[in-house]
């Protein structure tokens, strides 16, 4: 890409935590009018964040989960990642796999959330499409969630860590979301409730039409199966203190963000006001119990090879997986510009 058609360019970047709809999002962003989505790429997902090498991925981090507790996933302009260079090289990547013929180019990625303000900074003129789902929905999702192609499966986690990461990943970008020029924010809920309505906003939001978005892959049931577990662990599950406790623990903290873990649910509320003098330490040590159950999960649902991954050092893993992320890129970049 020549320097001087950056000006002809918009980039709409959809963020949201994994689990949250942000891959079905994408695809119909793309499909708006004059919108280019990142296509036929050498990896297993269309995601910029694997094709390129200027900042690390979020699975280095811990992956679905995970990534947002570790500070270095928080990006911002202040990085010392955005120097002329780098920004061209990650200009450079994308554009390869964006349609020429099309000037409104969208990139998903969910580690996103926690790049705005860099991405901004690196690309001016930027638009950011922002989703946000039920905890209850993300969070279980993300414990049975697993990747082919990652550097390694998603590691089972306690459901109290991934509320946790949850509110951290939220309440980090409502901090930078202060910042930014060009946002769209809405719900899953929403987004289920009404798509057509979204899209439309979505539309005049980045400057385009949406006469080429269907309704298609959009439904409510995938979070009623949540919801309907999650009621199960509260009421019937041999460990419903541990989800009894961890519900009033973090009931507060999500209200916030116009959810709950008990409204709504058919959930008898005085079932979990009559446990409501859990002592801190003995909630304390109902989580520890939840993380030591998924620690011994991860090596019964584990093959002998990712067990072998888990035992090594996090930072043998990460150079294997650069060696061989460098070597997909420059196939990638041949094959584009091979005639």
């Given at each position: 890409?020549?320097?001087?058609d950056?000006?002809?360019?918009?980039?709409v970047?959809?963020?949201?935590?994994?689990?949250?709809?942000?891959?079905?999002?994408g695809?119909?962003?793309?499909?708006l009018?004059?919108?280019?989505?990142?296509?036929?790429?050498p990896?297993?997902?269309?995601?910029?964040?694997?094709?390129?090498?200027?900042?690390?991925?979020?699975?280095?981090?811990?992956?679905?989960?995970?990534?947002?507790?570790?500070?270095?996933?928080?990006?911002?302009?202040?990085s010392?990642?955005?120097?002329?260079?780098?920004?061209?090289?990650?200009?450079?990547?994308?554009h390869?796999?964006?349609?020429?013929?099309?000037?409104?180019?969208?990139e998903?990625?969910?580690?996103?959330?926690?790049?705005?303000?860099?991405?901004?900074?690196?690309?001016?003129?930027?638009?950011?499409?922002?989703?946000?789902?039920?905890?209850?929905?993300?969070?279980?999702?993300?414990?049975?969630?697993k990747?082919?192609?990652?550097?390694?499966?998603?590691?089972i986690?306690?459901?109290?860590?991934l509320?946790?990461?949850?509110?951290?990943?939220?309440?980090?970008?409502?901090?930078?979301?202060?910042?930014l020029?060009?946002?769209?924010?809405?719900?899953?809920?929403?987004?289920?409730?009404?798509?057509?309505?979204?899209?439309?906003e979505?539309?005049?939001?980045?400057?385009?039409?949406?006469?080429?978005?269907?309704?298609?892959?959009?439904?409510?049931?995938?979070?009623k199966?949540?919801?309907?577990?999650?009621?199960k662990?509260?009421?019937?599950?041999?460990?419903?203190?541990y989800?009894?406790?961890?519900?009033?623990k973090?009931e507060?903290?999500f209200?916030?963000?116009?959810?709950?873990?008990?409204?709504?649910?058919?959930?008898?509320?005085?079932?979990?006001?009559?446990?409501?003098?859990?002592?801190?330490?003995?909630?304390?040590?109902?989580?520890?119990?939840?993380?030591?159950?998924?620690?011994?999960?991860?090596?019964?649902t584990?093959?002998?090879?990712?067990?072998?991954?888990?035992?090594?050092?996090?930072?043998?893993?990460?150079?294997?997986?650069?060696?061989?992320?460098?070597?997909?890129?420059?196939?990638?970049?041949?094959?584009?510009v091979?005639?």
């Amino acid at each position: 890409m020549q320097k001087d058609d950056n000006g002809r360019y918009k980039y709409v970047f959809v963020c949201g935590l994994h689990r949250s709809g942000t891959t079905v999002l994408g695809r119909n962003v793309a499909r708006l009018e004059n919108c280019t989505a990142l296509e036929n790429t050498p990896r297993f997902i269309d995601e910029g964040q694997l094709l390129q090498d200027v900042y690390r991925i979020d699975t280095e981090f811990g992956g679905a989960g995970r990534f947002g507790f570790h500070p270095r996933a928080h990006l911002t302009e202040t990085s010392d990642l955005l120097t002329p260079e780098n920004v061209a090289r990650l200009r450079t990547s994308w554009h390869l796999y964006w349609d020429k013929s099309k000037t409104i180019c969208v990139e998903k990625t969910p580690g996103n959330l926690l790049m705005t303000r860099f991405l901004q900074a690196g690309f001016p003129n930027s638009y950011f499409v922002v989703i946000r789902r039920h905890p209850i929905a993300v969070s279980m999702a993300t414990q049975g969630m697993k990747l082919p192609g990652i550097m390694w499966n998603v590691k089972i986690t306690s459901l109290h860590r991934l509320f946790e990461h949850w509110l951290r990943c939220h309440e980090l970008f409502e901090e930078d979301k202060k910042h930014l020029k060009h946002l769209y924010e809405f719900t899953y809920e929403d987004y289920i409730d009404n798509p057509a309505k979204c899209h439309q906003e979505i539309a005049a939001f980045i400057g385009t039409g949406d006469s080429e978005v269907g309704n298609a892959e959009i439904t409510g049931s995938y979070n009623k199966k949540y919801f309907d577990r999650w009621s199960k662990l509260l009421t019937r599950s041999f460990f419903k203190r541990y989800y009894q406790y961890i519900a009033r623990k973090y009931e507060p903290r999500f209200v916030k963000y116009g959810y709950s873990l008990t409204k709504g649910l058919g959930i008898d509320e005085e079932v979990l006001r009559g446990h409501g003098k859990t002592s801190a330490a003995l909630g304390a040590l109902y989580c520890l119990g939840a993380d030591a159950c998924a620690i011994l999960r991860r090596f019964e649902t584990f093959d002998l090879k990712l067990q072998i991954k888990a035992l090594l050092p996090g930072f043998i893993l990460v150079r294997i997986w650069r060696v061989r992320h460098r070597a997909l890129l420059s196939k990638g970049k041949a094959n584009v510009v091979s005639p």
